[in-house]
Nanobody, 124 residues
């Protein structure tokens, strides 16, 4: 059972990246999946979550209007499209699961990060 984040890299401020969170060993379709991030020297921050119903989406205030979370259950993958990226978005991004199962948690910071993460670096 694994969640693997990928798609990180180096991007200039104002640019875009799409992260992928691929599940293996289990089907993601019954679970809410999210993203958390941790920048060097900073506390972990929850970024976004999508429930098993795509109508259930939650975003941190810091990324609202810039990031979009989506899922493709046929590919067993959740995506995070990041647009208009800022230097403050620099962090290791992790896939995350919800303690609420198929629903995003009421407190986004309750998301539980999984795996190694993928590094996103935004240059000015």
């Amino acid at each position: 059972v694994q969640l693997q984040a990928s798609g990180g890299g180096l991007v200039q401020a104002g640019g875009s990246l799409r992260l992928s969170c691929a599940g293996s060993g289990f089907s993601l379709e019954y679970y809410a999946i999210g993203w958390t991030r941790q920048a060097p020297g900073k506390e972990r921050e929850a970024v976004s979550c999508i429930g098993s119903s795509v109508l259930n989406k939650v975003y941190a205030d810091s990324v609202k209007g810039r990031f979009t979370i989506s899922r493709d259950d046929a590919k067993n993958t959740v995506y995070l499209q990041m647009n208009d990226m800022q230097v403050e978005d620099t962090a290791v991004y992790y896939c995350a699961t919800s303690p609420e199962g198929s629903w995003c948690p009421k407190a986004l910071n309750d998301l539980n990060p999984w795996g190694q993460g993928t590094l996103v670096t935004v240059s000015s």
